[in-house]
């Protein structure tokens, strides 16, 4: 079945960087689109960014565009999300997900457990 887990999270300070992996397993990785997710306390689910299983045409949330880069390795069954110029408000819970389909979808089926993001002085 689907597995998806996530690992990279951590405390970061403002300005920082993170890079979120994601590993993959029980799927045709390499075939499927793939997203990130992120919620932050108190808040509803939040897609941030998506990609498709070539790696070509990222797409992304207007809040992240320009900081955060998605990008995969299907060779390793691996999404990953490099996060620069983080904010306070980036804090949140981060899941990987896929709708084991070949579309990019903002309300993915399949999701990992997530990791804690954290950014603060």
């Known amino acids: 079945q689907v597995q998806l887990r996530e690992s990279g999270g951590g405390l970061a300070q403002p300005g920082g960087s993170l890079r979120l992996s994601c590993a993959a397993s029980?799927?045709?990785?390499?075939?499927?689109?793939m997203s990130w997710a992120r919620q932050a306390p108190g808040k509803g689910l939040e897609w941030v960014s998506g990609i498709y299983s070539d790696g070509s045409k990222p797409y992304y949330h207007d809040s992240v565009r320009g900081r955060f880069t998605i990008s995969r390795d299907n060779t390793k069954n691996t999404l990953y999300l490099q996060m620069n110029s983080l904010k306070p408000e980036d804090t949140a819970v981060y899941y990987c997900?896929?709708?084991?389909?070949?579309?990019?979808?903002?309300?993915?089926?399949?999701w990992g457990p997530g990791t804690q993001v954290t950014v603060s002085s």
């Open positions: 997900a896929t709708d084991a389909g070949v579309a990019i979808t903002t309300t993915p089926t399949y």
């Open positions: 029980g799927f045709d990785f390499s075939n499927y689109a």
